[in-house]
């Protein structure tokens, strides 16, 4: 069955240090993965998404993520984190298995500290 | 910026309630979701709609759920008798294409509470 894991429920960074957010999936055939960021209060965002291609993805607000066949991952990353960047993450992906309905992960709070 | 409008954004409600969440997608977009999210748990898809009619539902959308795009720009998801456990937020979502990798545009949820 399709899945996928957020193995961390929060990530505390200091700002300026580089961070990760982990995310890993199940799913059969080739995965479309998203990130999607949820700040207080408001709704989900997009971030990024892997289709094809490059295996390293950039997108908005200066993150990045890497797809990692081998290891069925997808973490989410950024050099220098800032604290307006403190908010809830969520890695969601698209398969075969779920008939390409977005199957979210249960979200990873990263808070950034001054 | 083109956005996901959701009204109201809380609703409380007592148990057996009929309530109508709200959502204006963004104008050129054709694909419209319901997802759900309650406290503390994953975000949960509900339902897709296409060309006026459902085109993916899940477990969760049993028969006391329904969606309807009334007047061609609201998009709204009726709970016909609601239950504690529909005590959730609910997002509302628009994409410009069908495609399995487009990306969605969320609405920033409306909340509900179920008494």
């Known amino acids: 069955a399709q899945s996928v894991a957020q193995p961390e429920d929060q990530v505390n960074v200091a700002e300026g240090n580089p961070l990760t957010v982990k995310c890993t999936y199940s799913?059969?055939?080739?995965?479309?993965l998203f990130w999607y960021v949820q700040y207080p209060n408001r709704g989900l965002q997009f971030l990024l998404k892997?289709?094809?291609?490059d295996n390293l993805v950039k997108g908005s607000y200066g993150f990045e993520a890497e797809f990692n066949k081998s290891q069925t991952s997808f973490h989410l990353k950024k050099p220098s984190a800032l604290v307006s960047d403190s908010a809830l993450y969520f890695c969601?992906?698209?398969?075969?298995?779920?008939?390409?309905?977005?199957?979210w992960g249960a979200g990873t709070k990263l808070i950034i500290k001054p | 910026e083109p956005e996901v409008t959701q009204t109201p954004s809380h609703q409380v409600t007592q148990m057996g309630q009929e309530v109508i969440l709200r959502c204006v997608p963004i104008?050129?977009?054709?694909?419209f979701y319901w997802y759900r999210q309650i406290l503390g748990q994953k975000v949960e898809f509900l339902v897709s709609?296409?060309?006026?009619?459902?085109?993916?539902k899940s477990e969760i959308f049993d028969d006391q759920f329904s969606v309807e795009r009334p007047d061609g720009s609201n998009f709204t998801l009726k709970i016909r008798s609601t239950k504690l456990e529909d005590s959730a937020m609910y997002f509302c979502?628009?994409?410009?294409?069908?495609?399995?990798?487009?990306?969605?545009?969320f609405g920033e949820g409306s909340r509900l509470t179920v008494l």
């Open positions: 892997y289709i094809t291609g």
């Open positions: 799913v059969s055939g080739n995965p479309y």
């Open positions: 709609f296409y060309n006026n009619e459902i085109s993916e």
């Open positions: 969601a992906v698209r398969g075969i298995d779920s008939n390409y309905q977005l199957i």
């Open positions: 104008s050129n977009h054709l694909y």
């Open positions: 979502a628009s994409s410009a294409d069908g495609t399995n990798t487009g990306e969605l545009f």
